[in-house]
């Protein structure tokens, strides 16, 4: 998150609300010598030259919950479709057959 607020024409208010987060956390790590250093600053993964658009998606509408399956020949639990709302307001969908310890990841890992 400190790498992405430190990209130019990118603010920290953008940053927290990607992540869900107060701002004023985000501004208390920027200012940590932990997360300070040069090296980070130039290690960015935004490709040379890309730049954030905000973007707003309207006109979604709910879809029903299809039902959960135990799979026979693994005995995990998998789903046809995920559909997630996160309390930013993102939404992670996933659809095909899919292991919900794999979907448990994804969301782990947008949360990060």
């Known amino acids: 998150m400190c790498r992405q607020a430190r990209v130019p024409q990118v603010s920290v208010a953008q940053v927290a609300r990607r992540y869900a987060m107060n701002t004023n956390l985000i501004h208390k790590w920027l200012r940590d010598p932990r997360f300070s250093s040069e090296d980070q600053a130039a290690d960015l993964l ?60 994804i969301v782990e890992a947008v949360a990060q």
Request: glycine share 8%.
């Open 46 to 105: 935004v490709p040379e030259g890309a730049t954030f658009l905000p973007i707003e998606v309207a006109g979604m509408e709910p879809v029903p919950a299809a039902p959960v399956l135990p799979t026979s020949s693994t005995g995990s639990v998998t789903a046809q479709r995920v559909d997630i709302t996160l309390s930013d307001g993102r939404r992670l969908l996933v659809e095909g057959p899919t292991a919900l310890s794999s979907i448990v990841t």
